[in-house]
């Protein structure tokens, strides 16, 4: 088995479902002859030929709406937006029409189709090149937010997402496109979307957590088993649909919990968790549910980046927070 | 001279051919030592370019769109503005910021990640570059809407590429600044590259000027690598649209000999014949061409521009890197007029932070 970073693993996932499958074809700015500005589409347009690997002009709003166009009429796109930043002028496809589709139809018209992009800070990127905008995604109803935080995972719910009925957002936190290498199968394998995955058992804290923030919780997790406090660790994988069986089950167990994102702390996600594990585990929480995050700032250049970002040591200091109460 | 040039039929508007050999006819009325400075400014461009780049290697400056090849459609178009006009330009405009005032400096600052590198003087009417391709000349038909209502006379231009002409709000302001006639200048530079992207997948028209034809007003072709060409038309554009003449775009057709930002290689996406093709036809070569001509330009005085410009950029590299790194929380400090409450309770968390690591 070789060691792949996630920028490698995903290209993998891509390949393999292009092989199989020959309706899927890529298409966004960069993708093709230049393999997309991060390499994640690297290599297909060599292999799979200009018609299934490609370039299109530099407009987010028509490269989304043509993939419902191609998604309706047989092909299954994976449509590459170049940053999060980016988003914005594609909003009103997603949002309108893109997630409506099934149900204005009736099922008639579904959209089986990904939209990949980079979110995330702290690469030291230009203005608009940082956020994290994953709890805008989550709030339509209708598509699916898929983030990965490992290359194994990233390959697996590609291909997964690919394979889904359904339109799927797929967010790769660029912090980790190459900053982790690990065993990654050259088997053709899925991760399901909507399962969260357990990266660390403990009893004392629930840590939760997806894209580069796993990491960053880890270290803090590290910082505080020294202080004698055992974290368990959840990374969600998917943050609509959110599997809440996992996490609640967690709680009920620790009866603490630390929400980590790097989005804004308003309406970020963390006020989702908090909401359901208040309907459905509020009864076993021994400490208010405190929240690691951005700030309800506009993401600041790079002179001021890692201030915004939670980093290891304000995790753990809410960590120690929840543990105090 | 915009309205005779059919981007339909073809043609584009050239005065000073690659040569330096001049159209008299056409000739714009400038000086010989206005030509002179203009030069300056070009080469003063380049090598403040240069220096970004060499920076961003060094690890000192963040990622950077170089301008490089450009010069002569910055320049020509910057000069020939007024005092009072605005410019919104997009990420790759440092030779028109420069040119209306935005010290490099600042340029560098914003590069360099702080965000104070955008806070332009007051004097300076230049708006904060624009990183989303395509997005701002929507408010640059806005700020002349504004212009026409209060009875300025003024124009408004709005820089972007030929990438931003397949967004869906550049063609959203064309219409409104037809509908609307304001004294707009839509000015584009087709560099022939978006990243790796090149012009033809763009669009299948033959030009992008001519895409305002469908919006109702006037769209000309130059040559944005010649200096009086690209002077000339921006000249005549301005005039237009103050006299209520309405909205103009130019193309300037141009070329890009770096890369799309210091985090891309263009070999991967074009040939070295291609970069070849164009280096005949240098902006600043065809200007120094010309002076040559006319007894303005030797090795000697070259070497005098380029020693003065490199004393300017390495002043305003000091300045930028001895610019106060920002003050803890300074980012919380512009969301709002006022920090509202809950601004100021998770500014007040993060200073607390910060005193419990020992800052």
């Keep these: 088995m070789a060691k792949r970073n996630m920028v490698e693993a995903i290209n993998a996932g891509l390949m393999e479902e292009m092989e199989k499958d020959p309706a899927v074809m890529i298409i966004g700015e960069d993708v093709g002859k230049e393999g997309g500005v991060f390499r994640v589409t690297d290599g297909l347009q060599a292999k799979f030929g200009l018609e299934r690997a490609v370039d299109t002009p530099l407009a987010e709003s028509g490269i989304v709406g043509v993939a419902l166009g191609l998604a309706i009429n047989g092909f299954k796109p994976v449509a590459e937006l170049q940053f999060m930043g980016f988003l914005p002028p594609a909003l009103d496809q997603i949002l309108n029409h893109i997630s409506r589709i099934r149900n204005r139809s009736r099922g008639r018209y579904t959209c089986p189709m990904v939209i990949r992009m980079p979110y995330g800070g702290g690469?030291?990127?230009?203005?608009h090149h940082s956020e994290s905008?994953?709890?805008?995604?989550a709030h339509i109803p209708g598509i699916k937010v898929v983030i990965p935080s490992t290359p194994y995972d990233a390959k697996g719910l590609i291909v997964a997402a690919i394979r889904d009925p359904d339109p799927i957002l797929f967010l790769e936190p660029k912090r980790v496109y190459r900053a982790i290498k690990e065993e990654v199968p050259e088997d053709n394998y899925t991760v399901p979307i909507g399962e969260a995955k357990v990266l660390?058992?403990?009893g004392d804290v629930t840590v939760i957590c997806w894209g580069a923030m796993v990491r960053e919780a880890l270290r803090a997790v590290e910082m505080a088993a020294e202080e004698g406090i055992n974290a368990e660790v959840i990374d969600l994988r998917a943050v609509s649909p959110m599997d809440d069986n996992t996490y609640l089950e967690s709680v009920r167990k620790t009866a603490r919990v630390v929400i980590v994102h790097e989005a804004p702390k308003t309406c970020g996600l963390g006020a989702e968790i908090i909401a359901r594990v208040n309907e459905k585990a509020l009864l076993s929480l021994e400490a208010p549910v405190e929240r690691v995050t951005g700030y309800d700032t506009t993401f600041p250049l790079t002179k001021m980046e890692q201030d915004y970002l939670p980093s290891p040591e304000r995790i753990l200091r809410g960590i120690r927070k929840v543990m105090a109460f | 001279m915009i309205e005779t040039f059919d981007p339909l039929k073809g043609e584009m508007l050239m005065i000073l051919h690659p040569d330096g050999r001049c159209e008299e006819k056409l000739k714009p009325d400038l000086t010989d030592e206005t030509v002179q400075t203009l030069y300056r400014r070009m080469v003063f461009i380049r090598l403040a370019d240069q220096r970004a780049l060499a920076l961003q290697r060094q690890g000192r400056l963040g990622t950077y769109a170089p301008v490089h090849g450009q010069e002569a459609a910055q320049v020509g178009s910057a000069y020939a503005l007024g005092?009072?006009?605005w410019v919104f330009p997009s990420f790759r405009e440092m030779g028109v910021c420069t040119m209306r005032g935005v010290p490099l400096k600042d340029i560098y600052l914003y590069w360099m990640g702080n965000e104070m590198g955008q806070k332009v003087p007051e004097n300076v009417h230049v708006f904060p570059i624009s990183i989303p391709v395509g997005s701002h000349p929507l408010h640059a038909v806005g700020a002349a809407w504004a212009a026409k209502l209060r009875g300025e006379k003024i124009c408004m231009v709005t820089y972007f590429?030929?990438?931003?002409?397949?967004e869906g709000d550049f063609h959203e302001a064309m219409n409104f600044a037809g509908v609307f006639q304001t004294p707009t200048l839509f000015f584009c530079q087709n560099n022939q590259y978006a990243i790796s992207?090149?012009?033809?997948?763009?669009?299948?028209?033959?030009?992008?000027?001519q895409k305002a034809i469908a919006y109702g007003f006037h769209g000309v072709q130059v040559d944005g690598n010649d200096l009086f060409a690209v002077y000339a038309a921006t000249k005549e554009a301005r005039e237009k649209a103050l006299s209520g003449g309405g909205p103009t775009m130019i193309e300037a057709v141009t070329f890009r000999f770096g890369p799309h930002t210091t985090a891309d290689d263009p070999t991967k996406y074009r040939t070295d014949a291609e970069v070849d093709e164009w280096k005949p036809?240098?902006?600043?070569l065809r200007t120094q061409r010309y002076l040559k001509k006319k007894g303005l330009w030797s090795e000697e005085i070259e070497?005098?521009?380029?020693?003065?410009?490199?004393?300017?950029i390495t002043q305003a590299v000091e300045d930028a890197e001895g610019f106060p790194p920002p003050k803890p929380g300074e980012f919380f400090q512009y969301t709002f007029a006022e920090l509202t409450p809950n601004l100021k309770e998770q500014m007040d968390d993060f200073l607390a932070f910060l005193k419990e690591k020992g800052n």
């Design chain 1, 123 to 127: 690469i030291h990127a230009p203005e």
């Design chain 2, 161 to 166: 590429g030929d990438g931003g002409t397949s």
């Design chain 1, 133 to 137: 905008m994953e709890s805008i995604l």
């Design chain 2, 281 to 284: 036809r240098d902006p600043l």
């Design chain 2, 303 to 312: 070497k005098e521009i380029k020693e003065e410009a490199e004393a300017e």
């Design chain 2, 197 to 209: 992207v090149p012009r033809k997948i763009q669009t299948a028209a033959k030009t992008l000027a």
């Design chain 1, 200 to 202: 660390r058992e403990g």
């Design chain 2, 83 to 85: 005092e009072k006009d």
